[in-house]
Every structure is written in C-alpha cells, then in structure tokens.
C-alpha cells in the first residue's frame, strides 16, 4: 500500500481550474520532487495534501488514513516553507517545540526532541537564540528542525531553498539528501529547479498546466521524456527543438527535413513506437551536449553568438539561420551546444553543428514523444 | 540634492517647525503658568516666573487631583483594554475572512467613525442612565471603548492585511486552532499595531471632556478634565492651580508618547490601504 496516496484531485478557484484531476502515489521512505514552471499547480497540490487548501473533489491519504477533510495538525504531515515561517518572538528552541507544547505533552519529552533534531542538523550551538539572529541557512536548518521534532508521516517541502544563494543551495541539497537517508522519511519536495529535482529526487513528478506531464525517475525522465514539455524542462541547458516535417515513410525509417537545400534526416523507429503520417509537421530534438563538430548528421551551418567558458565545460550558443524552433522559450535558429572541455571557439566563427542519428528524439505536433534518443555514455 | 528639492524640503521643514511652535506653546505657558502666582500670572503672562514655586502643585493635589488621577487611569486603561481586545479580534476575522459580507461588515464598522459624538448624546445618556451606570467609572469607559473600537479595527485590519500568512499556516500545521494561532502568533507579533491603537485611544479618552461631565456628577467617579474644570467654580479660578492641575494631567501621556513614539509612527505610516 502506498504511504502516499493522492487521487483525482481538483482544485478550482471560481472558473479557475488549478489542479484538473491529479494522482500519484509514493512509497513509505521515497523522496518524491515535484517541479514545473511556476503556476503550474505544484504548490497548490502541496498545499492541498498539507491540508492549508480545501480540495474542490478527489482525496488524499497517508499511512492508509483519509484525511481528504483533516484538520492541517491530524494529517501526520510537517511543511517547511519557502519563506522559513519561524516564529519572531520565539528562540529557535521554542520554534521547534512549538507543535509539541500546543499539543500538551511533558517538557522532558519536548527537550529531548528539540535536541534530537538539533543534533541531526547541528543547530545546537543556536537554540537560545531568536530567528533574527540566524542567517538564511540556519533558519532554513530550524524550520526543517521544527519539522522533525513532530516526527510526521510524510514531510512537506515548499521551495525551500529558492532563498539561499547558489553556494549554500547546493550544499542543503547534499544535507536535506542526507537527512532523508537518516530519518528513512517520506519526503514531497516541490521545486521549480530542475538540478534540484535530479539530484534529490528517488522519483521526479513534471507537472505542467494543472497536469501532471510523467511520474519517473530523474533519468528516467531525462532519458526518455514523455512529452517535448518534459524534455524541455528536465536538462540544463535545454534542449534544442527544431521545426521539421515527415518527408518520406518506408517502412520503419522515416525521413524529417532539416531546411531547404539540405538532404532530409533518415531515422530508424523501434518496433513500439508511433510512426508519424507523412506530411506531419514534428519537432526534433536533440540536447546540447550532443551537438558537436563531427557527426553523422549535418544539422546547419550556425555562427557562433555567444561563448561562456566555465572552465571544466563551454557553452557554445550559435546561430542556424536555416532552422526555425518550435520552443516558445527559445529564438528560431538558436542552437545551444554544451562542450565537456574547454573550447577555442570566438564570436563570429563560422562553425557546422553535427550529431549522430542516435541523438535525435522526435516529438508529434501535440507534444507527445514519438522516438526516443540513446543516453550518451562518456568514457 | 537638487535646487528644486532642496527649495521644497526648506519650505517643509518651515511649516512643520511653525506647527510645532503652535502645539507646544500653549503647553510652555501651562507649564510656566503653574510656577507663577496669580498675580504674575496676569501683570507678565508670557514671561518665565522670577522664582519657580510649586505652591500652586500643591493646592491642586490639594483639592483631590489624586482621586481624578486614578479614575483617569482607571477608565483610559479599561476602555482601552476593550478597544484593543476587540478591535483586534473583529480585524483580524475581517482580514482573513473570503466571504464578501464581511467587506460590508468592514464598511459598517469604519461608517461608525462617521457618527459625531453630539448627533447621540441624548439617547446615549438615556442608554446608560437605563443601565444605572449613571456616575460610575463604566458609564464612560463602555462609550470611550465603543467609540475607539472602529478606527483601531481599521488599523489592526490594514496591519494584518500585511501579516505574513506562513506564519499562520505554520502554526495550524503545528496544531494551533483558529484562536490559538491569533492569540500565540498573531497578537505576540502585533506590537506596533498594539503600541499605536493603544496611544491613540488612550491620548482620546484621557483627554475627553463632554461625555465625562454629563454622565459624571459626583466628584469621588470624576476624570482629570472634568475635575480639573470643577476647580474653576469652586476656588473662584485659581489660575496657577488650574495651570498645575493640567500640567499633571498631561505628563502621563507625554512620558508614554515619548517611550512608544517609534512604534506609534510605524504604524500610522502604513494606514489609508
């Protein structure tokens, strides 16, 4: 039975569809992501499981309990929020006490609790002292503390790092990974970053429009995205998109065009996958890393734009004017290409993007996945 | 700084240094008045005393200044406590409330600010003449509180528009009911709302003078105002004890004004939202 268990859930403001119909469920101990773009129904959902929005249909379980229409406190769920949410007049002792004395229960018990927990997060040094005095990081550290010390079912998490300054982000990240392989705890993580949601993630939900886009694991959904959304958002940088159209069918290859004048692109389709209709307007992607100067495919001619060398890696943004993109996020032509060493590349330079066939996927007009690519294994 | 600022700021700064010279001269000549006698008082009305006596300090405590005092004390302090108590609460509920009815409770509430004291003096002292609270302390505390409770509900209400609901969310989370979470969270974290509804509210009833003496007869229930006024009759207006009666009366406020002034102006920097 899953510890986790979310079932058709709606939520509408008036007219406004937030959440139309979403299910998922996560086992006991899964640290489960959840990441889109913002408006995209992540925090609401989060916010409806924790009880602090009221669900216009569908419901929540935890631990096999209904608590569709619990009270936020009998849920068996703690949140840590955004905006850390401590309390001002309290130290941070009594911050992480609080839920245990509003419940009644003996100091002996709460202090040990609060010590516990500051233990696990090396904040002991700070429980005399008020939130004012910590910085970004420690108060992060108690408001996780004032989750821990309830010991729920299931913990919450509402961007809780998109505070932090990048430094400090990735190392909580390495510590909130840490503290769930300690506490073996359920974990709901909502996010708008995608390094994020791979890094920490056992199983990443890409939600988009009030939908949930694939339920997966972070290469899982990498690897195999099940709509251009997903293989948009999961990857950094994005991937390329290219506008292209079916040219010609014979048997399981098919042939896309890659602009006037250049031979069309034959790609081999699996045996189970959809073969698109002749004519089909379809977008090809291909991601960064996977462009480079040799290939077995001739994508454009492209100036180089923009160089930024970050030293281990360069990213090389270039300009096709042939090809046009169907990414509303991108510029038509705009080619990113991401070098794993450092690269001589200038402004300016004329350069040929290549790739091999293996690295195309192809998605159909309505954003479905038709052809997956092979990963790229370096050696 | 440009010419142009510079010119508007000069100006600025004039009219607040003349309204400040207009407030606080009427105090000065209290104050010096309360150290002259009666007669100097009247030969050199605006002149510093030529020898500082508290002769007139002591004729007002005198004549029961003391008892006036702690009735003043006790009705501000009561009818403040109602006003804040209240106003809070019903804010509060008005600020987190969807439904549009409270939005016209809200409007009902401010319209009662509108109300001129004089439009409902008669049926108010027939109100509590009917509750036999004629010449008791509550026959002007419950009206003071009655009367501060919507401008303090407005100000509560645009402070808690602002409160920072995570805070709440948090404590329901943590198992707060609706009132614990106002009590525990929100009202611990209300101190600059509290500080400047209560100073307003309490400058108001401590000064108030026309409900005071039409509901307070009896000397022994009299506030500072109106006892203070009793003493123009009855000593054939001894000026300097007039002078060092009010001069007592308005040094309470001043020394509360002065120790929450910071808050006092936070909070009504941040009214008309």
């Known amino acids: ?379 | 700084m440009t010419l142009r600022s510079r010119t508007v700021a000069i100006g600025l700064h004039a009219v607040v240094s003349l309204w400040t010279l207009f407030v606080l001269l009427p105090v000065f000549v209290m104050v010096i008045s309360a150290f002259k006698s009666q007669a100097e008082l009247f030969t050199r009305p605006l002149a510093l005393p030529k020898q500082f006596s508290f002769a007139a300090f002591e004729r007002a405590w005198g004549i029961g200044i003391s008892g006036f005092l702690v009735n003043s004390i006790l009705v501000t302090a009561l009818s403040v406590f109602i006003i804040i108590f209240a106003s809070s609460l019903a804010a509060y509920i008005l600020a987190r409330s969807e439904r549009p009815v409270m939005r016209w409770v809200y409007v009902a509430i401010v319209a009662g600010f509108a109300v001129p004291l004089q439009s409902v003096m008669v049926p108010l002292y027939q109100l509590v003449s009917g509750a036999g609270l004629l010449n008791s302390r509550l026959a002007i505390a419950l009206p003071y509180a009655a009367y501060g409770i919507p401008f303090t509900t407005m100000l509560f209400y645009t402070f808690f528009l602002e409160f920072p609901r995570e805070l709440e969310e948090a404590a329901r989370l943590d198992g707060c009911g609706r009132l614990e979470v106002f009590f525990r969270i929100v009202l611990p974290l209300s101190g600059p709302a509290i500080a400047s509804g209560a100073i307003f509210q309490a400058v108001f009833n401590w000064n108030e003078f026309i409900l005071a003496l039409l509901m307070l007869t009896k000397s022994d229930v009299r506030t500072l105002p109106v006892g203070i006024y009793g003493l123009t009759g009855q000593y054939s207006a001894d000026w300097p004890a007039l002078m060092a009666g009010l001069a007592i009366a308005t040094l309470p406020l001043i020394v509360i004004f002065l120790l929450a002034q910071r808050h006092f102006v936070r909070s009504l920097a941040g009214l008309g939202k």
Do not use: W
Request: with cysteine; proline share 5%.
């Open chain 1, 1 to 379: 039975m899953p510890h986790l268990e979310v079932r058709d859930v709606v939520k509408r403001y008036g007219t406004l569809t937030v959440l139309s119909g979403v299910s998922f469920a996560a086992e006991k101990g899964e640290f489960v992501v959840m990441v889109g773009p913002s408006g995209c129904g992540k925090s609401t959902l989060l916010r409806s499981i924790a009880g602090l929005e009221e669900i216009s249909s569908g419901s929540v379980s935890i631990a096999g309990h209904d608590i569709t229409a619990a009270e936020p406190s009998d849920r068996g769920v703690a949140m840590v929020f955004q905006n850390y949410a401590l309390y001002p007049h309290m130290t941070v002792a009594q911050n992480m006490g609080f839920a245990l004395k509003v419940a009644r229960r003996p100091k002996a018990e709460i202090e040990a609790a609060v010590t516990r927990a500051a233990e696990i997060l090396r904040i002991t040094d700070h429980l005399g002292k008020y939130p004012k005095a910590l910085s970004g990081g420690q108060k992060q550290r108690v408001a996780i503390g004032r989750a821990i010390t309830r010991a729920p079912e299931v913990f919450l998490f509402d961007e809780p790092l998109s505070n932090l300054d990048a430094a400090l982000r990735s190392q909580m990240r390495i510590e909130l990974s840490r503290l769930h392989r300690e506490l073996g705890a359920t974990m709901l993580y909502v996010t708008h970053d995608q390094t994020e949601a791979m890094t920490m993630a056992d199983r990443i939900i890409v939600m988009n429009g009030g939908n949930i886009e694939q339920i997966g694991s972070p290469l899982d959904l990498y690897n195999k995205p099940a709509t251009r959304f997903v293989a948009g958002f999961i990857g950094s940088p994005r991937m390329n998109f290219i506008a292209s159209r079916v040219m010609r069918l014979s048997g399981r290859s098919v042939g896309f065009s890659l602009g006037e004048g250049r031979p069309p692109l034959d790609l081999e389709f699996a045996p189970g996958e959809t073969l698109p209709i002749l004519g089909d307007a379809v977008t090809l992607g291909i991601r960064p890393e996977a462009l480079g100067d040799d290939g077995e495919v001739h994508i454009a001619d492209a100036e180089v734009t923009v160089v930024e060398a970050l030293g281990r890696e360069t990213l090389v943004y270039s300009d096709a004017r042939t090809l046009r993109t169907t990414d509303s996020e991108s510029l038509d032509g705009y080619f990113a290409q991401l070098v794993p060493s450092q690269s001589d590349k200038r402004l300016g330079q004329q350069i040929e993007l290549k790739a091999n066939r293996s690295a195309f996927v192809v998605f159909a007009a309505d954003g479905a996945t038709l052809h997956d690519a092979s990963p790229i294994h370096h050696k």
